[in-house]
């Protein structure tokens, strides 16, 4: 009582002094005055007992005031008197003392208060990190930003005069990380309020939330348990699998060692807030009895046997880790929602949209209705505790333009209204980092994350004024040209981005975007700002490369128009990349990578098939793969032509025949193909060999007139042990004149049944993504012909086929930048002994008849 007394004396000596003091509260203005004319009669007050991160961030306001006024605050704490006027920070004997409110238990470990009591100034909030995020928000209202690691603006004003405060803050979000490489400084982390797992943060700055986890794999590890408990592991097309799929959700011998897991893991990592259980990164889940009446009790949503396996592992945590989270997905195959299970208490689901459109705001683009549907139905089931996992980059090409802040700007607040509470925005991180864009954009995400009310537009400009200097003027006119790419017309031509896909640019883009880079190279300050610049072209670059390694058939060959041109386009892109630091250009995608892929961009020879109709090019360098089928008279392409941004790039898309060990195998068996010299114009002739003991015959034949194909395939056993093979035969078809995915509106396939089922699919549905698959066995195949018809454009491709030699039919399709629509017919699975065979014959037609089209029409 006595130290309180004293307290209260020094303070109220403090206020009586005001009225000579240099600096202080103006009577006219209730302003405070903490500096004048460089001076300050101010001082920084916290509790002996203060935080790390509230020492921290005394600290910080110390220097960045210095920084701005000149004047240098000293630091005291409650164990010793303080004269004058303070700025107290935190709980303390100081803020006790005063006549004030500060409802500290009810602001939580990162809310604040922002309050002006006389003289003084009060920034005080959660210890963990509140007051120190109050202290950063309090030198944001001085104009100060961190817009980047080693990119600030701190103000210069000999006088700092603040106006009176009332203020309680709490952030928009309790989980907020943006996941770039450039926003993971421990010092920018913190500035900006960031509080995300895989930040540089620690004790001084308050810590983060901590994540700990595994997947389900993780939880039953195939190499512990698949020999002798096979029924741990998903049953995925009558078989158990280990590799590539889920475990049984409905065991519960694989409950009660997954509960022993994450307990036992709790128990390593006390650290941890959340302890992720989530499914793998596969698709493959259970099909068993009870997984399935699990599924269709739950509505037929595959979300229900992993939200109820979720819940008994977390009433179990709860008994022992009661201050404990669990999380887990609604990801790709389970982002629908359950019908009637809902989350307990200390689960955290985390909807990952990762088929949404990220260039238009969510509830404006008709590719993401069915996004916005899932979001609502999960918000109101997790009673408005819903985690976002936002997609924010081209994972397959970080550095390639990806214009998706407008999105950003929207979505983040939308997630606010829709009951979302924390958001992970996964951009690009790699070593060295280098993204598009990607220290404006973790930026911009940092500040709507705290607060998605801020002036989007305004931080956009501050921040190319900060980072380029006086070039930020032209970089600011090629982010805004970049911008009109997927703006909504008259605005922009509306085009989309996905999570693997960015938009098509014109040459006309690339132009406008070459001489803005040059004008800033020419008005940059420095050489650190030109280096920005450089940086900046990258992704202008990397277009420009990959449209001169874009092959095409031409003298026999199948080739880049300028094999040396695009070699040296590479080498100076790997060149300046390196010289940023930059090791990645993709997601797992290195360098290195990049380097060795591009051994196969080169000349490869083309045999061509054709008559009055068609022209049909077979590489059989390239798996014997027919790579056009162009009717002469339109111009048109039946098969859908390869993105040399692929991966495998020139070896996909097409009309291709593969083998495979098992239905669900990765990736084909290699085959080697060899053109026979007997081949004709009609008719081709190519020998495959494989290292396994199989050699393969198979004959690509067209007619006299018309635009089709026949082939024939043979796989003969000619190795000395008994091998199990499925063949397959897969038709990428075109049915649409470019990459606008809303011309495959018109688009849809359809059939008679073996049993006698009319089955007609409109690919592209209102409130659904643009992209599907389906799969048809026994007699829900197609009995022996199948098709798919654009109506509007008048274009069919129809697959005809002897069901006797079929056993399962799957199509498939995607509008993504890329409209693609692919037939793929399966052989059952054979087990061939030495000197066996087996067969598959398909033929694929591209002829539109006229008056079929009219009747259509009609």
Known sequence: MMRRRSFLKTLGGSLALLKSSETGASPSTGALELAREGKSTYTIAISRDASLSEKHGSEELQRFLEEICGAHLPIVTDAQEAHGNLIILGKSAYLDSLPLEVPITSLG????????AGSHLVIAGGRERGTMYGVYTFLEKLGCRWFAPGVSRIPKMSTISVAPLDEIVKPSFEYREPFFTEAQDRDWAAR????????DLDASTGGKVVYSGTSFYGLIPPEQYFKDHPEYFALVDGQRRSAAAQICLTNPDVLRLS??????????????????????DFYGWCECDNCRRVEQEEGGAHSGPILRFINEIGAAVADKYPDKLIQTLAYAYSEDPPAKVRPLPNVRVQLCPIGACQSHAYEKCRYDAYIMNNLRAWAKITQDALYVWHYNADFSHYIRPFPDVGEIAADVPMCKRNGVVGLFMQGSVSPGG???????KSFVIARLLWNTHVNVRQDIEDFHHAFYGRAGRPMLEYFDLLQRVVDFPPLGHGDHCWCCSSPHFTDEFITQARQLMGKALVEADDNAVRRRVRLAQLPIDYLEWVRAKR????????????LADARNRLQSLIGNARSFGIQSFGEGWTLEKEIENFAYVKSYPVRTLENKTVRVDVVPGLSGRVIQMVNKRSGHD??????????????????????????LAPKPLEVTWQADEES???TLSLTGTCARGLRLKRTIQIPAEGASIRTETQVQNVGSAAIEVVLQTRFDANLTTGPVPEEMDDVSYEFQSQDGQRVEQKLIEPEKQPGGAQTYNGKSQPAGEWRVVNRRLGLMLTNRFDPAQVARSEASWIAKNQNIVIFVLWSGKHRLEPGESVQLHADYDANYRPEERAREAS
């Open 434 to 440: 280098g993204g598009d864009n990607a220290a404006l």
């Open 638 to 663: 039946a098969l859908t032509p390869p993105d040399p941004e692929n991966p495998a790039y020139p070896d996909r898309s097409g009309l291709v025949f593969s083998v495979f060990e098992d239905y």
């Open 109 to 116: 470990s990162e809310g604040f208060a922002l309050k002006t």
């Open 259 to 280: 509960v022993e897991k994450v307990l036992q893991e709790l128990g390593r990592n006390p650290n941890a807030n959340i302890f992720r259980v989530e499914q793998n």
């Open 192 to 199: 900006n309020k960031m509080n995300g797992n895989l930040m």
């Open 680 to 682: 004709k114009s009609s």
């Open 551 to 562: 092959m095409f058939v031409r003298n026999g060959a199948y080739e880049p128009i300028d």
